[in-house]
């Protein structure tokens, strides 16, 4: 399996940015992808996450109602749309995938097996 994501750059606070997970050698059709951001020195924290089979969602507190996660099933890609940026969500972006296994989404690190490479996101003030 492997994960690219991109999308990432440099947005003045309150702009927009729309990132970009393509998936490739899935076995399964029914997975979650799910993004995460890390600021250095600090742990690896749950963004947003959706279910290929039904696109249910799910988003942290501090991104919701700023932030859209949205799937295109065809290309195996999830897209996170991030409005009303904030210097606090400055950090470099992963994002992951895990199987269907029944226990709905979620949002930690521990549950995904496959994770690429991140995209740098910077807020400027």
């Known amino acids: 399996v492997q994960l690219q994501a991109s999308g990432g750059g440099l947005v003045q606070a309150g702009g927009s940015l729309r990132l970009s997970c393509a998936a490739s050698g899935l076995l399964f059709d029914d997975y979650h992808i799910g993004w995460f951001r890390q600021v250095s020195g600090k742990e690896r924290e749950g963004v947003s996450c959706i279910s290929s089979s039904d696109e249910s969602t799910r988003y942290a507190d501090s991104v919701k109602g700023r932030f859209t996660i949205s799937i295109d099933i065809v290309k195996d890609t999830v897209y996170l749309q991030m409005n009303s940026l904030t210097p606090e969500d400055t950090a470099v972006y992963y994002c992951?995938?895990?199987?269907?296994?029944?226990?709905?989404?979620?949002?930690?690190?521990?549950?995904?097996?496959?994770w690429g490479k991140g995209t740098l996101v910077t807020v400027s003030s």
């Open positions: 992951a995938v895990r199987y269907e296994d029944g226990l709905g989404l979620v949002l930690s690190t521990w549950s995904y097996d496959y």
